[in-house]
């Protein structure tokens, strides 16, 4: 994909699952890769993959839920890379469970990485784009941001803030600026890990199992999204198993 080779793309959330896919992916096709993510070795261990491969990245450890770590995620892009074209969104958490549970903190950690996180990248990276003339984000979201469900209140909250935001910002981009939110519907990541509530836990690694498509299926849509020409903004993307509901 020509509209790939050559891009800086910084993601975060790029130690597992869908933002280490994406990383890999879009390395092969020519991008050169900012990694951010809390866990340096699995970022350590991406980036050498990617070089032995013959792309380009560099890494540096960041918590989304800290503004100064994106702004030095952005930094280090422009500071490596001479500019940064796309900043994919990426990090989330899904600490699910019923609201009778009352797990407030666990609702505040969501908030803070999901709603928060996506905000102080567009902090980040907003004045970058608007200096170069040109930039992209890539946000992912999740099938949560159009579909309720039980034990799943204050997560879909957050991912319909999300959409929100993203809506906001794709309005306010002007022509030349480009937002994309992608929406995985179920994927084989560790998502289910993060709930703390046993059942809740079971029957979403029971439905993974069943029906989740694998991370790459995602990453194929953020390099879809990125590919096209400049005049062109996907906007939204739902990407779910043929077998979810």
């Given at each position: 994909m020509s509209g790939i080779t050559g891009k800086v793309v910084a993601i975060t959330g790029a130690g597992?699952?869908?933002?280490?896919?994406?990383?890999?992916?879009?390395?092969?096709?020519g991008a050169r890769v900012v990694l951010g993510g809390r866990r340096s070795e699995r970022l350590t261990e991406l980036a050498d993959?990617?070089?032995?491969?013959?792309?380009?990245?560099?890494?540096?450890?960041a918590d989304v839920t800290r503004r100064e770590d994106l702004e030095a995620m952005v930094?280090?892009?422009?500071?490596?890379?001479?500019?940064l074209d796309v900043f994919v969104a990426n990090a989330g958490v899904g600490t699910i469970s019923p609201l009778d549970d009352l797990r407030?903190?666990?609702?505040?950690?969501?908030?803070?990485?999901?709603?928060?996180?996506?905000?102080?990248?567009?902090?980040?990276?907003?004045?970058?784009?608007?200096?170069?003339?040109?930039?992209?984000?890539?946000?992912?979201?999740?099938?949560?941001?159009?579909?309720?469900v039980p034990s799943m209140a204050v997560y879909a909250g957050t991912k319909v803030a999300v959409r929100a935001i993203c809506e906001g910002l794709r309005q306010e981009?002007?022509?030349?600026?480009?937002?994309t939110t992608v929406s995985p519907g179920v994927t084989?990541?560790?998502?289910?890990?993060?709930?703390?509530?046993?059942?809740?836990?079971?029957?979403i690694t029971k439905m993974r199992d069943d029906l989740a498509i694998p991370p790459t299926a995602i990453a194929e849509a953020m390099a879809f999204a990125i590919s096209q020409p400049k005049t062109v903004d996907v906007n939204e993307i739902i990407v779910r198993p043929t077998a979810q509901s």
């Open positions: 597992s699952g869908i933002g280490e896919a994406a990383a890999l992916l879009l390395a092969e096709r993959r990617i070089v032995k491969a013959g792309g380009e990245a560099a890494w540096v450890r930094a280090l892009a422009v500071e490596r890379f001479g500019r407030v903190e666990e609702w505040d950690h969501m908030v803070d990485v999901n709603v928060k996180g996506v905000l102080h990248g567009i902090a980040a990276a907003l004045p970058v784009f608007r200096a170069q003339g040109a930039g992209h984000f890539v946000t992912t979201a999740s099938t949560a941001a159009y579909r309720v981009a002007g022509a030349d600026l480009r937002v084989a990541t560790d998502f289910a890990e993060a709930s703390s509530n046993p059942e809740v836990r079971a029957n």
